[in-house]
Nanobody, 119 residues
Framework: QVQLVESGGALVQVGGSLRLSCAAS????????MDWYRQAPGKQRELVAI???????NYGDSVKGRFTISRDNAKNTMYLQMNNLKPEDTAVYYC?????????????WGQGTQVTVSS
């Protein structure tokens, strides 16, 4: 069993920055890719960024060049540095990991953290 807890969401002005954290507990997630998703009101959940266990990263087109995903395996924690925030970044941000138990994959989600960008 893995618990994921996000933090760092806040109300910020356009052009501002935030750093989200996702702390994992229950099991180490160092061997697994982790990702950030977001969901705005009335919209589908979308993938924001992904980081592999080796630290390779990929980003959604809308956040490339503004967001940076990282992880600290010693702390079992993942981060999302968000710069130059725009109103369209307003959403609930979720961290996610797919973790194997034996040969069976399980999806784990955090409870979400609200990011609101005001213009």
């Amino acid at each position: 069993q893995v618990q994921l807890v996000e933090s760092g969401g806040a109300l910020v002005q356009v052009g501002g920055s935030l750093r989200l954290s996702c702390a994992a507990s229950g099991r180490t997630v160092n061997r697994y890719a982790m990702d950030w998703y977001r969901q705005a009101p009335g919209k589908q959940r979308e993938l924001v960024a992904i980081i592999t266990s080796e630290g390779r990263t990929n980003y959604g087109d809308s956040v490339k060049g503004r967001f940076t995903i990282s992880r600290d395996n010693a702390k079992n924690t993942m981060y999302l540095q968000m710069n130059n925030l725009k109103p369209e970044d307003t959403a609930v941000y979720y961290c996610h990991a797919t973790v194997l138990s034996g040969l069976r994959p399980y999806d784990y989600w955090g409870q979400g953290t609200q990011v609101t960008v005001s213009s």
